[in-house]
């Protein structure tokens, strides 16, 4: 089975000060890692996402997402927070090799608040 | 433009009046997936389908049912909603890799009185 835990409900940051979110998952093997970002009222949209290589991953809008596979974790981070990146934050994790339709499981997301 | 459209986007309805929420996609993905989302719950799969004619039940599919006729539509049906079934719902897909990423639709938020 594989589990993804988010364990802040919400993020504080003042802008321009670096962020951070933080995930982590469980995987019988090894895992695909997404982070997807929801402005109100929208559907999720994807940030980036680790398949192998380079354990820093670079997104969209300047995030990016550092892998560390002996914490099992997946942190979003910006080094300079903007009012706008103010939304929800859900990561996701998928085992590879796992292809059944009910592949992905999402943590409970992370509101990140951004403010003036 | 790439796209996943769903309708609709906010419902009220009253508990047993059955409803149908449509899902159709132009990207030619072969999978398509209903998700809920509350509260801190994040994300709970619904109802999956891999192609025409092939679903499977997600992680909560009681009081739900699905369809795939066509490779771009997978409508949602609630065939006697419950109050506990107020949320927000959302349909995705993506292609066939593995590593591939899930397109959204805008969601639809139900509300069961």
């Known amino acids: 089975a594989q589990s993804v835990a988010q364990p802040e409900d919400q993020v504080n940051v003042a802008e321009g000060n670096p962020l951070t979110v933080k995930c982590t998952y469980s995987?019988?093997?090894?895992?695909?890692l997404f982070w997807y970002v929801q402005y109100p009222n929208r559907g999720l949209q994807f940030l980036l996402k680790?398949?192998?290589?380079?354990?820093l991953v670079k997104g969209s809008y300047g995030f990016e997402a550092e892998f560390n596979k002996s914490q099992t974790s997946f942190h979003l981070k910006k080094p300079s927070a903007l009012v706008s990146d103010s939304a929800l934050y859900f990561c996701?994790?998928?085992?590879?090799?796992?292809?059944?339709?009910?592949?992905?499981?999402f943590g409970g997301g992370t509101r990140l608040m951004v403010k003036p | 433009e790439a796209q996943v459209t769903q309708n609709p986007r906010y419902l009220i309805t009253v508990t047993g009046k059955k409803l149908t929420v449509t899902c159709s996609q132009n990207m030619n993905h072969e999978y398509m997936s209903w998700y809920r989302q509350d509260p801190g719950l994040g994300l709970r799969q619904i109802y999956y389908s891999m192609n025409v004619e092939v679903t499977d039940k997600g992680d909560v599919p009681e009081g739900y049912k699905v369809s795939r006729k066509e490779k771009r539509n997978f409508p949602l049906i609630l065939e006697s909603p419950s109050p506990n079934q107020t949320s927000l719902y959302f349909c995705?897909?993506?292609?066939?890799?593995?590593?591939?990423?899930?397109?959204f639709g805008e969601g639809s938020r139900l509300t069961v009185l």
């Open positions: 680790y398949i192998t290589g380079d354990n």
């Open positions: 996701a994790v998928r085992e590879i090799g796992n292809n059944a339709g009910n592949m992905l499981t």
């Open positions: 995705a897909t993506h292609r066939t890799s593995g590593a591939g990423e899930l397109f």
């Open positions: 995987v019988s093997g090894n895992p695909y």
